[in-house]
């Protein structure tokens, strides 16, 4: 019997709803710190960050030290993207703006290799197989790969029950900024609105028997997130929590005047 996605997310997290650390900082350091304080799940964005493919391995090895694994979103549906991340030995990608079928499977294909995908093989000289070292790791990944596609705009809402039903992929992930975006919508103010996107994305998600994901947005607290179904929350993020701890540090003292 295949393995679910719920129970692969169980096996990196130990827990559902899982709680995920963001990371867009190009540091290993500031990795290892999130995984001590308790973070088992990661995603590493390089769609935004500044974490290139000299930086990506050290982060991940970072995070498996202290038994933590991460999915990496990348820039577009780019199977040379995709290499790069698997083979510097992330558990899965998270693709964004995937509004369509089509480009579902698409996704799916660059992260899967042969017959079901496309994805190129050179398990002798690349991390993610122990250069070599892992002798089944081939012909297991496509049982072990989590593939993640962000639902972030009008037309992937519409298409989202579609999109789940792709053999394949694994997480159905919000993206509530883009989505806002796109739809004029103000986080803050039109935050029943994003509950409401969020509702259909988790009941179209479950009809296929795939999990949900979600970035919070202001006011949405990640308990919250959980009762209403999300499986995989990204509860803290790196460049975030710095600023924020920052600016806590200087307010501690008085102002001039």
């Known amino acids: 019997m ?15 709803p899982a709680p995920c650390v963001w990371l867009g900082l190009p540091n290993a350091t500031i990795a290892e710190i999130a995984a001590l304080a308790g973070f088992r799940l ?3 964005d390089t769609e935004h960050g500044t974490i290139g493919p000299e930086t990506l391995p050290d982060i991940l090895r970072a995070l498996a ?11 577009a549906i780019d199977g040379g993207e995709v290499k790069r991340a698997l083979d ?22 660059a992260a899967t290799f042969p017959p079901s995908g496309r994805r190129g ?40 029950s579609e999109i789940a039903a792709v053999p394949g992929v694994d997480m ?22 994003l509950e409401s996107a969020f509702a259909e994305i988790v009941a179209a998600a479950r009809a296929h028997g795939k999990i ?31 600023a924020d701890g920052f600016a806590a540090g200087v307010a501690r003292l008085p102002g001039p005047g």
Do not use: K
């Open 2 to 16: 295949a393995v679910t996605a719920s129970e692969r997310l169980l096996a990196l997290a130990g827990q559902e």
């Open 42 to 44: 990661a995603l590493i």
């Open 65 to 75: 030290l202290h038994g933590a694994s991460a999915l990496v979103r990348i820039g």
């Open 88 to 109: 510097a030995g992330a558990a899965g990608i998270l693709f964004p703006q995937v509004d369509s079928v089509a480009e579902a499977r698409a996704a799916v294909s």
């Open 121 to 160: 093989s050179a398990i002798r000289v690349v991390r993610a197989a122990g250069f070599g070292a892992v002798a089944d790791y081939q012909e297991a990944w496509n049982d072990r790969v989590l593939t993640a596609v962000q639902i972030e705009s009008r037309a992937a809402l519409a298409n989202a």
């Open 172 to 193: 159905l992930f919000f993206g509530p900024f883009d989505y806002a975006s796109d739809m004029g919508l103000d986080p803050v103010a039109d935050t029943d609105l």
């Open 212 to 242: 949900a994901g979600v970035f919070p947005w202001p006011g949405a607290e990640p308990t919250a997130l959980a009762a209403a179904g999300a499986s995989w929350i990204a509860c803290a993020g790196d460049a975030r929590t710095l």
